[in-house]
């Protein structure tokens, strides 16, 4: 099956262009998420043995058997709740680390041809610009998230796993306490549905940084943040407030009430419902705003990239 995905048969220009994002992104894709989630259970591990404090819960630190005796006293609703916190929780090195993966492949996704010359060859290539920009959009928006989701379950797999041979030589049922009351399906389509949500809102800034990557002589990174800057600074003076900052921590952080919205939720209760909650902001006009800001930067930046050769 993986050889069927990454080989071309016959013209299929667009597989071949992500083939090119996912051989010239790797470490984005996929070392990254791969160096945190070991480094991640390592670090379970090592707390484990030598600081026997290894779980962090509203600002307490537990040892693993304190956090299952803990879970035991504790109806089974309860139970449900507090594990598939913990877990989710748990991830969140993994998603803060492709977070930066995203802003920097996004800047550097149309700089860097640029810079080693490849822009000439692919541009002989019988592929359009439109093509090219949407592979990196696709590249930056969901392989690289979706990719770090495979890397969470096994993490998420792992401390089960770790929690269940605590429980050997317990009174304590490892079936009762954890696989049975965690969720890992519904973990896995609640985190597949943030990442559809997240990226609907942080378009236009993704949109942006690309724009800036397509313009920029040397530096994406100055070039998108210095005029975003400058006018933040304008708008302050002139008019003492705040709206453009306001727009782009909202748009770009990784979880606030408006690009996860949950209907009052919170993200301890996890269920098969709140994937559905998540898209309830689909109907917010923010968010179609956004969307036609950021096909107006996407258009602008396809434009500029077919001007430019070098």
């Not at 597989?15 to 051989?23: P, V």
């Not at 559809?196 to 724009?211: D, K, R, T």
């Not at 407030?241 to 979880?255: D, E, W, Y």
């Amino acid at each position: 099956m993986l050889a069927s995905i990454v080989k071309v048969n016959g013209y299929n220009p667009f597989k071949t262009l992500m083939l090119r994002e996912y051989w010239e992104n790797r470490r984005a894709i996929f070392t990254t998420p791969l160096v945190i989630t070991g480094l991640a259970m390592a670090l379970v591990i090592v707390g484990m043995g030598i600081f026997g404090q290894s779980i962090h819960i509203d600002d307490e630190a537990f040892t693993l058997r304190e956090f299952i005796s803990t879970m035991s006293e504790r109806d089974a609703q309860e139970m449900r709740d507090h594990l598939n916190h913990a877990l989710l929780a748990a991830n969140m090195p993994v998603f803060i680390g492709v977070w930066f993966c995203m802003v920097f492949t996004a800047l550097g996704s149309l700089y860097d041809e640029r810079k080693d010359n490849s822009i000439l060859f692919w541009k002989s290539m019988p592929v359009s610009d439109l093509q090219t920009v949407a592979s990196k959009l696709l590249t930056v928006m969901l392989v690289i998230p979706l990719v770090a989701i495979g890397f969470t379950f096994i993490f998420q797999v792992f401390l089960l796993i770790v929690g269940s041979f605590v429980t050997i030589g317990t009174e304590f049922s490892a079936w009762e306490l954890l696989w049975g009351s965690s969720n890992l399906p519904a973990l896995l389509l609640t985190e597949i549905s943030a990442v559809i949500i997240y990226g609907l809102w942080s378009l236009p800034i993704f949109a942006w940084f690309m724009l800036a990557s397509v313009v920029a002589k040397r530096t994406p990174l100055l070039v998108a943040t210095i005029p975003v800057a400058l006018a933040a600074l304008m708008e302050e003076l002139f008019f003492n407030t705040n709206h453009l900052l306001m727009f782009v921590a909202n748009r770009l952080s990784i979880n606030t009430e408006h690009n996860i919205h949950m209907d009052g939720q919170s993200m301890e209760q996890i269920s098969f419902q709140t994937p559905l909650d998540m898209f309830q902001s689909i109907s917010d006009p923010e968010l179609w705003l956004g969307l036609a800001l950021s096909a107006a930067l996407l258009y602008l930046t396809i434009v500029l990239r077919k001007r430019k050769s070098l």
